[in-house]
């Protein structure tokens, strides 16, 4: 089993990614913000689309995917809980779930908050999530559908997938969410070390994702809400994890 995975942008500031098995040729695109970037991908690497797994039911995750599925005739999985909101589905899925892309397999993770039926895809074998809008590089969604308590919960199930997995976001937010995480721990080092990486990725051109959940864990506030510098932070020393998750998160809100 190997798995490729290609990266790239589309509209503002979104990501579009395909995942490849090189065995049986399946390629899904997790997502899909609009049809030209993921064309294009697949025209330069020759890979041709089996399916798209969506996240979310928000336009920028699905936009492409009628134009997509006439052409390529894929398959279009999406999480149960909004699969009415999403255009074109062949199959839903929910927590527990397995997804095949080829000899592939994905677990699938119900991550609300976001939006109350988001969905992350891991594929442990490959050791990549694909977090949707649920967690970003040194930051987190907007929680617009769901509650804070439930997307406090939806990032600590990401904290504990393996610290080696690489995670695959949404969304290039990475230089404005680390000037938010600064502004709450100046003296994290691990976060310090990630702004000058992240700015000599986004000066290179370069992407600043994948990044592993074990770095995410040690630099990203979001995830360290339980932690007792960032309850102390936002003067909350002693608070439970979830009030200071909703702190720090109406904080950048307003930011
Ligand atoms: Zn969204
Ligand atoms: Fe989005």
Not at 66 to 81: D, H, I, Q, W
Not at 100 to 111: D, R
Not at 187 to 204: C, F, M, P, V, Y
Not at 224 to 249: C, S
């Amino acid at each position: 089993m190997s798995a490729e995975i290609r990266l790239f942008r589309c509209l503002q500031d979104n990501y579009g990614v395909l995942i490849h098995d090189s065995e049986t040729g399946a390629t899904a695109a997790i997502d899909a913000p609009e049809a030209a970037p993921v064309e294009a991908a697949l025209k330069e690497t020759g890979w041709k689309l089996t399916d798209i797994l969506v996240t979310h039911h928000h336009h920028d995750h699905v936009g492409g995917i009628e134009a997509l599925k006439s052409k390529y005739k894929c398959r279009v999985v999406a999480p149960a809980g909004e699969a009415t909101k999403i255009p074109a589905v062949d199959e839903t899925v929910r927590e527990g779930d397995k997804v095949s892309v080829g000899k592939l397999s994905a677990n699938v993770i119900e991550t609300p908050g976001h939006t109350l039926g988001h969905i992350a895809y891991w594929f442990h074998g490959a050791k990549a999530a694909f977090v949707g809008d649920t967690l970003f590089s040194i930051g987190c969604g907007r929680v617009i559908e769901g509650t804070m308590d439930q997307m406090w919960d939806s990032l600590k199930k990401l904290r504990d997938l393996p610290d080696e997995t690489a995670i695959y976001c949404g969304h290039e937010y990475t230089l404005a969410n680390i000037k938010f995480a600064l502004s709450i721990e100046g003296g994290n080092a691990a976060l310090l070390a990630r702004a000058d990486e992240a700015k000599k990725q986004i000066d290179a051109g370069t992407f600043t994702i994948p990044v592993t959940i074990g770095e995410e864990k040690k630099a990203n506030t979001f995830l360290r809400a339980d932690a007792p510098e960032v309850a102390a932070a936002v003067g909350l020393a002693g608070a439970p994890a979830n009030k200071v998750f909703a702190e720090v998160r109406e904080r950048k809100n307003k930011f």
